[in-house]
């Protein structure tokens, strides 16, 4: 068997979502997802001349030879990486439909039959207490156990002194624990609360929002302090009893190896399609339980990447929960042609099956989302 093509489609949903084929020359094919199509569709047509006729089989050895052929153009982070991720993953999703085993068995089996999902609540538009309080309740109510609400920002306009020195007000700090504490409140005592500062902050104000937060049993709070300092976000984590999450930022094991190893954060968040593909989920989740840290992926993919990050989960001993961004694209289950019901079902996915990442797409819908464009891939 030989890998003959390389396709993708950018389809317009909740973002810019990357579908990306690779066909070969006794018919099958293998679905993955790449993420914000920065560059990615000419990169994969330089993957594409890397890997033709070679046999897709050898997944992990295939990634490998993108991984260093493209090393030149910057394959230690970036686009060359969210490529080489949806590459990787539609290989998977191949050698899984080569020997009709489901990615979870060909991974080595699982944990568990469902996987806890996260649901990312949006931004509303009144800023107020009860406003993130209606809106966690409302995932509530879809079923979920776990709910993150983004506290950055979540203060209005008027109590930000300067919108670029990354320090925050007393206001804001105040309107900060008032979100947070109203959101923790709202959740009967099963659910569970994620807090997002997306990297805005600097160290001693992060620590200042942490410190507010002491008082509520949240499950994390994610990405206090730029992404870049290793040393800001441990000094965070060393200095508060909040559990801190971090990762979706860095790419492949490497990139994540000092934080693991350095205990700068207590859960990782990788993000599968993006910072490596499934076969460096694997080792990050693998080097997370070697040091006793939790596993979160990162995730803001169609059903494709979210359900192959789940097969990944349901492979980690040391898994919490994977986050799903889709809610309030209204067709984004629907992107599943195959699953009898909602593949997030009550915030849970059960692992299918079916052969590979186990989704196969509705055609008839995506064409109706194309980016302006865009072409399906006949
Ligand atoms: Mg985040």
Redesign the pocket.
Known sequence: MKITSIKSVMIQGSWTWTLIKVETDEGICGIGESQLPLGVPDILQRIEKMIVGEDPRNVIQLAQKIYRGLSGAGSTGGSILLAMSGVELALWDLQGKITGLPLWQLLGGKYRDRVRIYADTGRPGDRSPEAYADGVRERVEAGYTVV?V?IDHCAPAEYIKDGHNRALSRQEVDHMSAVSHAAFDALPDDVDLCL?L?WCYQTSDALRVARRLEDIDILWL??PTPPENLDALKYVTDHTSVPI?CG?NHWMAHGLRPMIEQRAADII?PDIPRFGGIQEGKKVAELCEMHYLSFAP?NICTPVGTVASAHVCANAPNFLAL?HHGLDCPWWDDIAANWSGPVVDRGYISLPDAPGIGVELNEELLRAHLVEGEEWWD
């Open positions: 993150k983004d997002d997306h994610e990405d999450a979706e968040t990162h986050e």
